[in-house]
């Protein structure tokens, strides 16, 4: 038996009680195989996982931008449990509704 096909099978004979306690919760949501492939990644290394809420804050930070009128900051921080000094540092390299740019100026050509 190739040691591949032995490592495969070990795996497939690994349960649950097999897994130390603490990593146990983590089985339980992604399974045995998984955590096998996060271990195999790690080496050994532990793992840092962001809250979800750092996570997702790219996508809130994109839809803000797109529902962002130029008037809603305040609906918009209610709207995203956040404060409208957050809003305002999410929206502050947006330009104003409204404003053009000086790309946008013609130059009398």
Request: glycine share 6%.
């Given at each position: 038996?190739?040691?591949?096909?032995?490592?495969?099978?070990?795996?497939?004979?690994?349960?649950?009680?097999?897994?130390?306690?603490?990593?146990r919760?983590?089985?339980?949501?992604i399974?045995?195989?998984?955590?096998?492939?996060?271990?195999?990644?790690?080496?050994?290394?532990?793992?840092?996982?962001?809250?979800?809420?750092?996570?997702?804050?790219?996508a809130?930070?994109?839809?803000?931008?797109?529902?962002?009128?130029g008037?809603?900051?305040?609906?918009?921080?209610?709207?995203y449990?956040?404060?409208?000094?957050?809003?305002?540092?999410?929206?502050?390299?947006?330009?104003?509704?409204?404003?053009?740019?000086?790309?946008?100026?013609?130059?009398?050509?």
């Amino acid at each position: 038996m190739a040691a591949d096909e032995l490592t495969r099978a070990l795996i497939e004979e690994t349960t649950l009680e097999d897994i130390s306690e603490s990593y146990r919760p983590v089985v339980e949501i992604i399974g045995i195989e998984k955590f096998i492939e996060l271990s195999e990644y790690a080496k050994g290394d532990e793992l840092y996982f962001p809250k979800t809420e750092n996570i997702i804050a790219p996508a809130r930070n994109r839809r803000i931008k797109k529902e962002w009128n130029g008037y809603n900051s305040k609906q918009l921080a209610e709207k995203y449990n956040l404060t409208t000094k957050q809003i305002g540092n999410i929206l502050k390299d947006e330009p104003m509704i409204g404003q053009m740019s000086l790309f946008d100026m013609d130059n009398g050509e």
